[in-house]
Nanobody, 126 residues
Framework: QVQLVESGGDLVQPGGSLRLSCVAS????????IGWFRQAPGKEREGIGC????????FYSTALKGRFTISTDSAKNTVYLQIHNLESDDTGVYYC???????????????????WGQGTQVTVSS
């Protein structure tokens, strides 16, 4: 059974940094994609970036200006999302998800993901 548990969300001031964690288990990492997504109030869920367990590559949304970094710790079954220079528009619920890889790579299109965590709240405010 796939289990995804996010943590690390918090109230932070603009300009601050945050590291979110996703403990992921119950699936084969080597042929799966793990993605990070977020959903702001009143907006659709959007992809931030992903990690391919096949070729170990990462892919990031070009719309999010390079402030996000994904890292992994396979010994802990954990995928991290580091967020730098937080802005008020970053406020929302952040999710990790497990999905399919495409030609050994990951994508951040929602239909490719089928198991989701419960999310962790990030609020950016002074």
């Amino acid at each position: 059974q796939v289990q995804l548990v996010e943590s690390g969300g918090d109230l932070v001031q603009p300009g601050g940094s945050l590291r979110l964690s996703c403990v992921a288990s119950g699936f084969t990492w080597d042929n799966s994609a793990i993605g990070w997504f977020r959903q702001a109030p009143g907006k659709e869920r959007e992809g931030i970036g992903c990690f391919s367990g096949d070729d170990k590559s990462k892919f990031y949304s070009t719309a999010l200006k390079g402030r996000f970094t994904i890292s992994t710790d396979s010994a802990k079954n954990t995928v991290y999302l580091q967020i730098h220079n937080l802005e008020s528009d970053d406020t929302g619920v952040y999710y990790c998800a497990v999905g399919k890889i495409l030609f050994r790579r990951c994508v951040i299109d929602l239909p490719y993901y089928f198991d989701w965590g419960q999310g962790t709240q990030v609020t950016v405010s002074s």
